[in-house]
C-alpha cells in the first residue's frame, strides 16, 4: 500500500522459513524481503517484471547496503517502507526500512538498481522508464555507494555448481542466495554473533550451472569480507560487520 505518497508499505508475519537457528530474522531473508516489496511498489506503477519483461527489460539489483539496529523475533509482525530517491543515468536509487509493529526502525538500508536489456544484458537509461516514478528524499542510511575494491587474500570456504532453484525470473541467480552462500560460509562462532551492517556489490549475473567459488578473509575482529567467484571473474563482493 502507498504511504505519505511516495513510500510503499508491506506488512510480513516473521513466519519460521525467514528465520535463522536463533529464532530470528535472517539476513538471507531481509534480501527475500527487501525485493518482495520493491517489487510489490514497481508493480503498482506498472514497472515491475511483468510489464518490463514485455520489452525484454528487467530490473537488476547493483549495490545494497544497511544497518540493523535489532532483529526482528520469530512470529512478530513487521511491515517493510520503501520508496524511490530517483535516478542517475542507468542507476535507480531507492532506499528501506523495516518496522517493527509500534513502528520502531530496525533495519535501515539503501540501495542501487539498474534496467537492463535482456538479450544484450547491458544496462539501459532509467530516464524514459522512471519518468513518471513518485520521488522521494528522504534518506535511510547515510551510506555512499561507491566502488568497492576486494582485498588482496582471501581463503577458500567451498566450491560448486549453482543449482536450478537458485535462479530467478530473470534468469540469473538471485540476489538473496547470495546471502545465503554466505551465511553459510562464516566461521560458526560468527554466525551467533548480531550483525550490524551489510555492504554488498552485485558484479557480475551467475548463470545455471556456473560454477561459485565462496572466499572470505578477516580484515577485524568484527569485519569479515567476502568474494563470489564464477567463470566470469568477480560476481559478488560482500562486507559484514558484527557488534563489539
Known amino acids: 500500500m502507498v504511504t505519505e505518497q511516495t513510500k510503499w508499505q508491506e506488512n510480513y508475519k516473521v513466519h519460521s522459513f525467514l528465520t535463522d537457528r536463533y529464532c530470528r530474522l535472517s539476513i ?9 516489496t520493491a517489487e510489490a511498489h514497481t508493480n503498482a506503477y ?4 511483468h510489464s518490463m519483461i514485455k520489452d525484454n527489460k528487467a530490473w537488476v539489483l547493483l549495490r545494497v547496503y544497511y544497518e540493523i539496529t535489532d532483529y526482528p523475533d520469530i512470529y512478530t509482525d513487521i511491515s517493510m517502507q520503501t520508496w524511490s530517491r530517483g535516478f542517475k543515468g542507468v542507476t535507480a536509487l531507492r532506499d528501506f526500512v523495516i518496522q517493527s509493529a509500534d513502528g520502531r ?11 537492463i536489456d535482456m538479450l544484450s544484458r547491458y544496462p539501459q537509461r532509467c530516464d524514459k522508464i522512471m519518468e513518471h516514478f513518485p520521488k522521494n528524499d528522504d534518506v535511510a542510511a547515510d551510506k555512499v555507494l561507491g566502488k568497492m575494491v576486494p582485498c588482496e587474500d582471501y581463503d577458500t570456504a567451498f566450491e560448486f555448481k549453482v543449482p536450478f532453484m537458485a535462479i530467478d525470473k530473470a534468469q540469473h541467480t538471485n540476489n538473496a542466495m547470495y546471502m545465503r552462500w554466505i551465511m553459510n560460509a562464516l566461521p560458526h562462532d560468527m554466525q551467533e554473533k548480531a550483525i550490524k551492517s551489510v555492504d554488498i556489490s552485485y558484479v557480475h549475473e551467475t548463470k545455471m550451472d556456473d560454477t561459485i567459488t565462496v572466499q572470505y578473509t578477516q580484515t577485524d575482529d568484527n569485519v569479515y569480507n567476502f568474494r563470489l567467484l564464477n567463470s566470469s571473474g568477480v560476481a559478488m563482493l560482500c562486507v559484514i560487520t558484527f557488534k563489539h
Not at 28 to 35: E, H, I, K, R, T
Not at 46 to 49: A, E, L, Q, T, V
Not at 105 to 115: D, E, F, H, L, P
Request: glycine share 8%; with cysteine; hydrophobic share 40%.
Open 28 to 36: 538471507p531473508a531481509v534480501s527475500q524481503l527487501f525485493q518482495e
Open 46 to 49: 506498472d514497472m515491475g517484471y
Open 105 to 115: 526502525a530496525m533495519i535501515k538500508g539503501t540501495s542501487t538498481w539498474c534496467v
